[in-house]
């Protein structure tokens, strides 16, 4: 199927590895110009060369989602460079710094330096960053946003206190901005994600072999989620194959969570 995305631009953050790249790469097989950021200067970089040798144009912009003027000057570098945005998919986002020694644990065990980090990526970032686009895509009277979600923040889930409560925070923002913009010709809208295959996940399973046995006892499905699982979804709300579709968040999760 034709998603009618040729020549499109897309930001998509938080696309220097994992799930981020591939819904770049998905974007680029589709036609679109894609814009690649992370705060990691040599993955983004990489991304783009690779979207480039699908045919399309890449800009690779290091920015961190949580400075509003970072994002802001990002978009500036896009409008001069495509002069328009069609797409923002807000992807960046993680229940903490991992690279700090980061690793999820109960609440009660958590402190507020863990809680700010998390809220300012998933929740804030996103803000920021559509706070950014929207008076352009107001302007032209279009555009489409697709916000990276968890079923964390619908179902909740142990040890993800502050991320669940910061993805709620942005499946509630989908619905408040879909019922606002909407008139313009935007659509807002969400992919939630559960157990998915992303480079860190893999290698832990692979230090734990009896690790993916648990997990699959909740998936009706069998199996867990690769990450193209999501960029198929995400590339579908990003086209115009989606225009009678606003303010839903969708579970792509292998049944893991069955939300009404």
């Known amino acids: 199927?034709?998603?009618g995305l040729k020549d499109k631009v897309a930001i998509i953050t938080g696309s220097g590895a994992?799930?981020?790249r591939v819904i770049v790469l998905t974007l680029a097989q589709e036609g679109a110009n894609v814009v690649v950021n992370d705060i990691f200067e040599d993955r983004i970089k990489k991304v783009a060369e690779e979207a480039k040798a699908l045919g399309v144009k890449s800009l690779a912009i290091k920015a961190d989602v949580t400075s509003s003027e970072e994002v802001n000057a990002m978009v500036k570098k896009v409008l001069?460079?495509?002069?328009?945005?069609?797409?923002?998919?807000?992807?960046a986002g993680r229940g903490g710094n991992w690279e700090a020694g980061y690793r999820p644990r109960p609440f009660v065990e958590s402190n507020k330096e863990e809680w700010d980090y998390t809220i300012n990526l998933c929740l804030y970032g996103?803000?920021?960053?559509?706070?950014?686009?929207?008076?352009?895509?107001?302007?032209?009277?279009?555009?489409?946003?697709v916000n990276m979600i968890s079923d964390a923040g619908r179902v909740g889930d142990p040890l993800f206190g502050a991320y669940?409560?910061?993805k709620a925070g942005v499946v509630n923002l989908i619905k408040t901005l879909a019922k606002e913009v909407g008139r313009y010709n935007i659509n807002v809208n969400g992919v939630s994600a559960a157990g998915t295959k992303t480079e860190r996940i893999s290698?832990?399973?692979a230090e734990d072999s009896e690790r993916e046995k648990k997990m699959l006892r909740v998936y009706p499905l069998g199996r867990l989620g690769e990450p193209q699982d999501l960029?198929?979804?995400?590339?579908?709300?990003?086209?115009d194959r989606a225009s009678w579709i606003t303010g839903q968040t969708l579970s792509v999760d292998g049944g893991y969570a069955m939300v009404s």
Do not use: H, W
């Not at 001069?80 to 992807?91: A, Q």
């Not at 996103?126 to 946003?145: H, W």
């Not at 995400?234 to 086209?239: G, I, T």
């Open 1 to 3: 199927m034709d998603l």
């Open 18 to 20: 994992g799930i981020g």
């Open 80 to 91: 001069n460079e495509f002069g328009k945005i069609d797409i923002l998919i807000n992807n």
């Open 126 to 145: 996103v803000m920021n960053c559509t706070r950014a686009v929207l008076p352009y895509m107001v302007e032209r009277k279009y555009g489409k946003i």
């Open 164 to 166: 669940g409560a910061a």
């Open 203 to 205: 290698k832990q399973l």
């Open 231 to 239: 960029a198929n979804a995400v590339a579908f709300f990003a086209s």
